[in-house]
């Protein structure tokens, strides 16, 4: 099992930043890959990120150069850093746990992942 509670979101004006944090607990964190994704009213889950329990990334590619991924398996947190946030990047922010327990090439649908957290608001604002 695992628990994930993310946190970092709220209102901001285009162009600024935030960094969403995903604190993790249950299985060692070091053994599974996360992934973020969001999600707006009416519509499904979208793929955002994901990070290897090693640190490998995959971004999609409508936030490359904006967002970035990463991991401390120190302290058992992800993070997902997005810059130049525009109004299109408003939504309900998720983090995922993978269940395997062995790599298998990057995940990016939602039902790959076993384990979510509540999810965080993002509003960025013109």
């Known amino acids: 099992q695992v628990q994930l509670v993310e946190s970092g979101g709220g209102l901001v004006q285009a162009g600024d930043s935030l960094r969403l944090s995903c604190a993790a607990s249950g299985r060692p964190f070091s053994s599974y890959a996360l992934g973020w994704f969001r999600q707006v009213p009416g519509k499904g889950r979208e793929f955002v990120a994901t990070?290897?329990?090693?640190?490998?990334?995959y971004v999609i590619d409508s936030v490359m150069g904006r967002f970035t991924i990463s991991r401390d398996n120190g302290k058992n947190t992800a993070y997902l850093q997005m810059n130049s946030l525009t109004r299109e990047d408003t939504a309900v922010y998720y983090c995922a746990a993978d269940g395997a327990d062995t790599w298998s090439g990057y995940k990016t649908r939602a039902y790959e992942y076993a384990y979510w957290g509540q999810g965080t608001q993002v509003t960025v604002s013109s």
């Open positions: 990070i290897s329990w090693n640190g490998s990334t």
